[in-house]
């Protein structure tokens, strides 16, 4: 996938032009005084400093976010990089009638499943793993409980191996909502605002996924 790095796009002709419209009346030197719907706004309105300040806050997350979708890091980097110009591009079109995070999210689900459905066949000659050590913090968040004991540390090996496979064979939706849910720390609101479903359907969702994890996994739980 060819994208243009974080740190070259407001290079662009595109965004140059934006910036020297030079829209906003007054520039805004406490951005986290605003919330990200009324940020997002002032950037449609030409305020690049407001789309920098969006960068920093969910640059991170939105890496984690791809990585738990992709497993590589390169290419979690990769496509959070293709989030945000999308964001950038569609940043006149926006319309606060939603959480900014929402939309946001929405933006990733959809390229990170585009991107699992281009390179399915790719994926399967890989030994990926669900459970693989964030690269920010080294950590390696479980679907089941995660309380160590004696036996969780004789059967890990295998236990990652499980969890890796039951999660990515979960229908879609639900995959995707474990990962919002688990890994995100999302809310059945958000998560539902994202899938587009309502929060009753996104519960229901989530009972299903764990439930199919539970007893996929009972052995190792």
Do not use: C
């Amino acid at each position: 996938m060819a994208t243009i790095a974080l740190d070259r796009v407001l290079d662009q002709p595109l965004l140059k032009g934006a910036r020297n419209e030079a829209v906003a009346s007054a520039r805004v030197s406490d951005w986290s005084a605003l919330s990200d719907a009324e940020i997002m706004l002032r950037v449609s309105e030409g305020d690049d400093q407001g789309f920098n300040y969006l960068i920093e806050k969910y640059r991170k997350p939105i890496i984690h976010f791809m990585f738990r979708m992709v497993h590589n890091q390169a290419v979690a980097e990769e496509l959070a990089q293709e989030v945000f110009l999308r964001v950038y591009r569609s940043r006149q079109t926006y319309r606060a009638e939603a959480r900014f995070t929402t939309w946001l999210y929405r933006i990733a689900t959809n390229l990170g499943v585009n991107y699992a459905r281009d390179t399915k066949h790719e994926r399967a000659a890989q030994n990926v793993y669900l459970d693989q050590p964030d690269p920010e913090t080294g950590t390696t968040p479980d679907v089941a409980d995660a309380t160590p004991s004696v036996e969780h540390d004789l059967v890990r090996g295998e236990r990652m191996r499980a969890i890796r496979q039951h999660v990515m064979a979960l229908p879609e939706r639900q995959r995707m909502a474990v990962l919002m849910h688990k890994y995100q720390g999302m809310d059945y609101k958000q998560i539902g605002e994202v899938l587009k479903l309502s929060e009753s359907a996104t519960k229901s969702l989530l009972f299903r996924a764990y439930q199919t994890l539970r007893e996929r996994l009972k052995e190792f739980v």
